[in-house]
Structures are given as C-alpha cells and as structure tokens.
C-alpha cells in the first residue's frame, strides 16, 4: 500500500506487506524489506535499507498531565533520513512533536534500535542492537554505540564519541564530550569506570579488615 502524493525514486524496492503513507519521500535505489511501515510526511534519501518491521514516523511518547489524567501531546512533527542509512529489523524511529526527528548519511542501526521524538543523530554513527534514544537526544557524527540507553537531553561530541558495554545508560542532559569513551550504568569516562570496579574487587577484604578493626576496638574498651 502506498499513499497519495509519495514519491518512489528510480529502481527503489518495496517488499511484500510494506506500508508506505502519504507525503513520503523515497529516493532512488533504496529497499524495504516485507512489512516495513512508513508513517505520512517521511523523507528517505537514496540508497537507504529498512529492513523487515522497522517503523518510521510512529508517534512520540508525548504526554501532559492535566486533571490527574494523561494527555496526549499532538506529535505533528516528521522525519528525515539521510542517503545510504541502514535500519535493522524491528526498529523504530518515532516522528517529532514539532519539528523533526533526522538521521544523518550513512549512519547505520541494528536491530531493535528506538530513536526517540526529535532526536537528532549525526552522520555515520554505528548503533549496536537495542540502544535507545528518548525524546531530544543530540549525537555528533562518527559514533559507535553498543547497547545502551540514552536519556532526554543528551548530548554527545562531534567526532568519534564510543560508549560500549550492555546497559550502558547516559543520564538526561548529561553531555558525552567528543573522542570520550564512556562505559557502565550509568555511563562514566572508561578509566574512571575501570577505577572503580577495581575498588569494587577489594571491597570484601576491606570488610574483613573493618570487622577485625571493630573487634579489637571493643576488646580496648573493655
């Protein structure tokens, strides 16, 4: 199924069970895999591959309270995805609420990868399986992440930022500076983590010591 007013450039490719919305902008040469499904007001540039499951354009998770009940945020914003982007399987990357929610050339994402509302991912980034980006994350380009979550707010370098390890978590608004490896839950500089969890690996001697101290302690005062 494809919508009114969308455009499919020259030898692009759309599988079994796709759905394409309206308004959305395919260019030439790119793939999708069976049962993508593009959302309205989408642009894909050239050569891009979305492979099968992912969804572009879904809304964002964008509620207001009011009178102790949730209300839904109208998200009327879109999506832009550069030339030569690669989506894996079962990804999503959710419209903005205003404005829009860009991936930059070349970036590449894994399967079950989640790109919040208005999150703005530069250009060749590599992210592993399962990351995901909340709403308003700013990524630089040249960045290699492995299974993490990035919160609201989120702000990595311009150049080669890496942040490795299964769970790492970068907190909301907490800035990631360009060339830094970061590691852990939540995420720190890699040698500040490694220092830690070698205090970490001493912890039982020390408990050790402690009680020995505390018995002598009482022996003294008896």
């Not at 690669?86 to 970036?107: F, P, Y």
Request: proline share 2%; hydrophobic share 35%; glycine share 14%.
């Amino acid at each position: 199924m494809v919508g009114d007013e969308t455009r499919i450039g020259v030898a692009t490719a759309i599988h079994a069970g796709c759905i394409v919305g309206k308004r959305v902008s395919l260019g030439d040469g790119c793939v999708l895999h069976p049962n993508v499904t593009v959302y309205d007001n989408v642009d894909i540039g050239r050569g891009s591959v979305l492979h099968s499951g992912c969804v572009i354009g879904a809304d964002g998770f964008g509620y207001v309270m009011e009178n102790e009940r949730w209300h839904k945020f109208p998200q009327v914003g879109r999506v832009e995805i550069g030339d030569f982007v690669e989506i894996g399987a079962n990804s999503c990357v959710d419209r903005a609420a205003l404005g829009v929610t860009s991936i930059g050339e070349g970036t590449k994402l894994d399967n079950m990868v989640h790109v919040g509302h208005n999150c703005r991912i530069g250009k060749h980034v590599v992210v592993a399986a399962q990351t995901g980006f909340s709403g308003g994350v700013v990524g630089g380009r040249i960045t290699r992440l492995s299974v993490g979550r990035w919160g609201s707010g989120t702000r990595r370098g311009s150049n080669r930022v890496r942040c490795w390890a299964s769970g790492a978590a970068c907190l909301t608004s907490k800035i990631v500076r360009s060339g830094q490896t970061v590691w852990g839950t939540p995420a720190r500089p890699l040698k500040q983590h490694l220092e830690q969890l070698a205090n970490l690996a001493h912890v039982p001697d020390m408990r050790k010591e402690l009680v020995e101290i505390k018995r002598r302690l009482a022996e003294l005062e008896r």
